[in-house]
């Protein structure tokens, strides 16, 4: 695990991944096309997912979708600079994924690509917020729901983080 990350439990026994750092700090102006660029140094890795031992590895389309989706388009403000901010987390995103869903290719929209279907994960994740010193005063939790295709080979890969949304209860403070 990265030193700027820790994963801790809540309450509730859900798993939060806690960025030490957010990359991105500004909610105006994200350039997508530099983190499509970022992210396509995770292609080829694979990753464990803690609760299903399912092994999810990341595609050359993974980039391009995350950065340019249809989701990632219509996010604005806080979430839009939530999702910016994952890009230095994803394994850990990854592994502490829960919640599994199947769904089916629906009209058979991604054919080969996804020709055993969908699985769906929640995952839940905190940006630091600081008081104009730089000090560390809470976290935002946000919530993202992780999409992963099935291939015709057996194989699942990461297709996109969607629905990021920022968790309405009382955020962490460290």
């Not at 996010?75 to 901010?85: D, I, S, T, V």
Request: hydrophobic content about 30%; proline content about 2%; overall charge positive.
């Amino acid at each position: 695990m990265d030193k700027n990350t820790n994963i801790i439990s809540t309450i509730n026994g859900k798993k939060v991944v806690l960025m030490n750092d957010a990359k991105f700090k500004s909610r105006r102006k994200i350039n997508w096309d530099e983190i499509e660029i970022y992210l396509k140094s995770y292609i080829g890795k694979c990753f464990e997912i803690d609760e299903t031992s399912e092994k999810i590895y990341i595609g050359k389309d993974f980039p391009d979708e995350f950065s340019h989706s249809n989701d990632t388009k219509g996010l604005k403000g806080a979430n839009m600079k939530a999702k910016a901010n994952i890009v230095s987390i994803i394994r850990e995103l990854i592994i502490t994924a829960t919640d599994k869903v199947m769904f089916p290719d629906y009209n058979h929209k991604h054919k080969n690509r996804a020709e055993f279907g969908w699985n769906r994960y929640n995952t839940y994740f905190g940006l630091p917020i600081y008081n104009e010193n730089g000090k560390l005063i809470r976290y935002n939790i946000f919530s993202v729901r992780m999409l992963v295709r099935c291939d015709k080979n057996g194989c699942l890969y990461l297709y996109d983080f969607v629905r990021t949304k920022k968790e309405t209860s009382k955020p962490h403070k460290q």
